[in-house]
């Protein structure tokens, strides 16, 4: 039989070749190769374009975070020789809550041997802290009309060593001592 598109004639009954398909990069199947890249992109184009999704312009988000930031190694305020002094200690990342419970449980046995001490008493915690526009209003578990000022120095330097925010208003037992800083 004569193959009139090449000029050459191609005889049926000869063997063909096992493979001939898989050396020249034909697989025997249109998708494989560039055609089947091809195929994959107009298809993930018209998935996603059927998926309703519109175009917008510029939506505006909110305004970047900004004030102060948290101390991550603050300093814990305890009393040596009656007066209120900062002491570093590698703590981490601290919340009010977590102050007012750690003055109120006094310093550790180190720290004692140093001869540090605290005056915030144990029932001051819990506490409660929350951020107002001109600093912190800290609400304790005990009247703070009975606090000593080297408590409330403790209590106010730390809580400011932790967030430098301006003031602290210390409230509890239906008193409360407004505006304060470490001083």
Partial sequence: M???????????????????????G???TPWRGRL???????LALVVLAA?????????????????????????IYWVADGQVVPVARVQGSLTGRDV??????????AEQERGLR??????????????VADGLDVTVSTDVSLLSANAVR?????LL???AVGSVNLRGGGHSLEFRKCA
Avoid: H, M, Y
């Fill in 100 to 109: 007012v419970a750690l003055l109120a449980q006094g310093p550790s046995t």
């Fill in 51 to 75: 998926c309703g999704i519109r175009p917008t312009g510029v939506i505006p988000g909110l305004e970047a975070p900004s004030g102060p930031v948290e101390n991550p190694t603050p300093s």
């Fill in 161 to 163: 060593d932790v967030q």
């Fill in 36 to 42: 089947r890249q091809l195929g994959l992109v107009v």
């Fill in 118 to 131: 605290t005056e915030v008493p144990f029932d001051a915690a819990p506490a409660t802290v929350d951020r």
């Fill in 2 to 24: 004569r193959d009139v598109r090449a000029g050459r004639s191609r005889d049926r009954s000869a063997p063909k070749t096992v493979g001939a398909a898989w050396e020249n």
């Fill in 26 to 28: 034909n697989r025997g």
């Fill in 154 to 158: 403790q209590i106010v330097c730390t």
